[in-house]
């Protein structure tokens, strides 16, 4: 019994050279990691820090210097050629209605459709969540020709509401299983309070439930403006036979000629479609990634 109780020896002293060379070890790994990422971030960045660079060459610089993006002579005139001679104030106009009705459009149709789907019980509901979860998988080349008679029947063909209209359908099932996600993760305490103080279904969630999900909103509203903003296909068969109706991506290819391509312009014509959705993601980031987080949780 005196063996049984008898306590253990203390350990002995670590040796003194041991902790410094773990912690020089796990330094030496940490300054590797961020090295590989910084090396792995500028190859990312390079092509568009190349078409930045060469949207201020000049039309012999764009040649003679390949890859390198620092011009030797900087040629701001390039964007105001740009902008005049492919029509972009045109074409930047309509992108801005096309993306933010879309916006509009998708917000308002997904923001209830996964509150209802969220926080109601009836009968077939998993049926419904099933159905819309197929429509995932469905390519967009293969609903293009019903979705176009669909838009003909309507006497849209040719107008931006047709874009509109068929942009923001593009993005409607992943927007509402997000929103039916963040929705879940709210407390249904809220909604008795709701009910308590003689608020309706409609009222709690226009009232209360909808001004809370502010971060999915922004999440939403962005991932819809980024792909109508750079959508190509769908603004170039719905507004085919109208050129002045059509988006910044679509416009680009008035660059391209037939035996030659202006390729300065159309560097200074990138940079200018894609310098607004950058700004609009720096300023709704923090909104982006609070929203994911909590469709995610959901």
């Known amino acids: 019994m005196a063996l ?42 390079f092509p568009f820090l ?6 201020f060459k000049s039309a012999d610089g764009f040649f003679s210097q390949g890859l390198n993006p620092i011009p030797k002579h900087v040629m701001v005139s390039n964007y105001s050629g740009a902008w005049k001679e492919a029509s972009f104030e045109k074409y930047f106009v309509n992108t801005v209605l096309v993306a933010g009705g879309a916006v509009v459009l998708t917000l308002a ?15 077939g509901r998993k049926a419904v969540i099933g159905l819309i979860s197929v429509t995932l998988f469905l390519p967009h080349g293969y609903t293009i020709i019903p979705i176009f008679d669909i838009v003909r029947g309507l006497h849209l063909l040719n107008t931006l509401w047709a874009v509109i209209i068929v942009q923001s359908s593009s993005s409607l ?17 809220i909604e008795d309070a709701a009910r308590v103080d003689g ?78 959705i950058v700004v609009i993601f720096l300023l709704l980031q923090r909104y982006f990634v609070n929203g994911l987080a909590g469709a995610v949780k959901g």
């Open 199 to 276: 608020a309706s279904f409609h009222q709690t969630f226009w009232r209360v439930m909808l001004p809370l999900s502010g971060p999915m909103l922004a999440t939403v509203g962005l991932f819809t403006c980024i792909t109508a903003w750079n959508s190509f296909f769908i603004p170039l068969v719905f507004t085919l036979s109208k050129p002045e109706l059509h988006t910044l991506p679509v416009g680009m290819y008035s660059f391209l000629g037939q035996n030659s391509t202006d390729w300065t312009f159309l560097c200074a014509g990138s940079v200018i479609s894609l310098l607004p």
């Open 109 to 123: 149709a997904t923001s209830m459709a996964g509150y209802v789907l969220a926080r109601t019980e009836f009968p």
């Open 173 to 189: 099932v992943f927007a509402t299983f997000l929103f039916m996600g963040y929705f879940s993760t709210m407390d249904r305490e």
């Open 4 to 45: 049984l109780t008898a306590r253990r020896p203390a350990p002995g002293p670590r040796p003194a050279g041991r902790r410094p060379a773990v912690n020089a070890r796990r330094a030496a790994g940490r300054s590797a990691t961020h090295v590989l990422l910084l090396i792995g971030g500028l190859i990312w960045l």
């Open 50 to 55: 190349w078409t930045l660079g060469s949207s």
